[in-house]
């Protein structure tokens, strides 16, 4: 009964490659979120969708393309892989847009060698 | 640079103890959030304090917050080897559109 869930867990994948992580979220919440954490742990937004629609995008590069099909699911597909991109890629969601508690995703540990 | 700086960034202590950790922000904020996040693992929510709140409880967890100099500090009293997990505070900054915004987090070491 995970609240949010992820796949894969780990992705190694080689430079210059496409990939994507997928979402899900069985809460019934409005809204979700893609993190990323470096590895000094720092989390930086990077999407948020409320009800499938698009309401931030943090300077990301035009590589990674979030699509939800529905409130319940927040993918994210990566084009042309690049060595900076490895990290952790969190999923979340929260009730509300900037919810007081979000609920996170265990995590998706890209590897780009 | 980040909203939320969390100090100190490591913190080892023996079970029994209490461990302080703090938080400083830059801009005014609405609420601010600590979560907990053990190795390998999401985020897990664990106390929210408002702007206009100074401290908080929740069971071992106490929380407080003095937005005359931009701080809060997470208090966990009778630390437990399970504590050991990395502490990240969370701000909604006014400035951002409320969006959420973490500091780098202490990571706590509790020795059994």
Known sequence: ?113 | SQQGEEDPQALSIQEGENATMNCSYKTSINNLQWYRQNSGRGLVHLILIRSNEREKHSGRLRVTLDTSKKSSSLLITASRAADTASYFCATDAENAGNMLTFGGGTRLMVKP
């Open chain 1, 1 to 113: 009964d995970t609240a949010v869930s992820q796949t894969p867990k780990y992705l190694v994948t080689q430079m210059g490659n496409d990939k994507s992580i997928k979402c899900e979220q069985n809460l019934g919440h409005d809204t979700m979120y893609w993190y990323k954490q470096d590895s000094k742990k720092f989390l930086k937004i990077m999407f948020s969708y409320n009800n499938k629609e698009l309401i931030i995008n943090e300077t990301v590069p035009n590589r990674f393309s979030p699509k939800s099909p529905d409130k319940a699911h927040l993918n994210l597909h990566i084009n042309s892989l690049e060595l900076g991109d490895s990290a952790v890629y969190f999923c979340a969601s929260s009730q509300e847009v900037w919810g007081l508690e979000q609920y996170f995703g265990p995590g998706t540990r890209l590897t780009v060698t």
